[in-house]
């Protein structure tokens, strides 16, 4: 996300064009990403709430720039969630409003891998957080919020015990990425050692011959099975590597962000890490 200039938004004010005023009394949450999205769809279950994501489906999160009509969303929204970090500093600049701004980075602890919620356990804590946020902002419906809460959080419990285990009692801990590598808190918290086309979430897309052959070299030296690729990907790495190795290519998805046919199909982010969890299954063996 890109910073949007300041003097924009002021010209946005004096245009008119952009009310930081609430039309109704209908709650209104606002988000940039899909897990931030779903968690509170879950939190928010029953309620008369308008919930909006700015990224939309199918939108490539690492090139989304911010429109005057999204800081007028977030201006005119009761309650605000975004990442936090270097790709939402944007945020600093939105006009003076009575939205509380939230971000997931204050809830789990800043981290140079913002993808947070990769890891159930953050997923929990963050579920939680939320959940005390949106009672802040609408107290006459705290017990509905804390109840789908309570519900919500024993399904990520059962994921977050799912992927101990899977760890636990794999033949091999070690994963290999043909793509950049968006899980370190995945890796973190149960345990996994990993290699990867890229550090972290680089912007690079293409893995030189060298950065290749490693790859390649670490599976057939320890024997690695599958290949993981990410949502959004072409594929042509972990194509490459899977030819010469006889690795199948398995999805891991990092749920930054979901495409239409995803997001209409109704995927969330249980199901997206369900999935995750059932190919490492088959990764470690």
């Not at 980075?105 to 140079?112: A, F, I, L, N, R």
């Not at 057939?220 to 290949?227: D, Q």
């Amino acid at each position: 996300m890109k910073r949007i200039l300041p003097f924009l938004l002021v010209l946005c004010i004096l245009l008119g064009g952009c009310s930081t005023a609430k039309t109704n009394d209908k709650l209104k949450i606002t988000t940039t990403v899909f897990p931030a999205y779903d968690f509170l769809r879950e939190i928010a279950a029953g309620v008369d709430a308008e919930l909006n994501m700015l990224i939309a489906p199918g939108m490539e999160v690492h090139g989304f720039e911010t429109t005057l009509e999204d800081i007028a969303l977030v201006s005119s929204s009761d309650l605000f969630v975004c990442v936090g970090g270097e790709d939402d500093e944007w945020v600093e600049n939105i006009p003076e409003t009575e939205t509380k701004i939230v971000t997931l980075s204050s809830m789990v602890g800043p981290c140079e891998d913002d993808h947070y919620w990769t890891s159930p356990k953050n997923a929990i804590t963050i579920t939680e957080k939320l959940c005390e946020n949106l009672c802040d902002v609408d107290p006459e419906n705290a017990a509905t919020y804390k109840e789908n809460t309570q519900k919500y959080i024993e399904e990520l419990k059962k994921l977050d015990s799912g992927f101990a285990e899977t760890v636990k009692n794999g033949k091999t801990n070690t994963v290999v990425f043909a793509e950049r590598f968006p899980f370190y808190h995945m890796a973190n918290d149960y345990g996994l050692e990993y290699h990867s086309a890229f550090e972290g979430c680089s912007t690079e897309t293409e893995a030189g011959i060298k950065v290749i052959n490693q790859l390649i070299e670490t599976i057939e030296k320890e024997n690695i099975s599958v290949v993981f690729t990410i949502e959004f990907s072409d594929n042509t790495v972990a194509d490459r590597i899977s030819s010469e190795t006889g690795a199948q290519v398995l999805l891991m998805h990092s749920c930054h962000n979901v495409t239409e046919e995803e997001f209409e199909s109704g995927e969330t982010y249980l199901s997206l890490m369900t999935k995750n969890l059932e190919n490492l299954k088959i990764a470690l063996g």
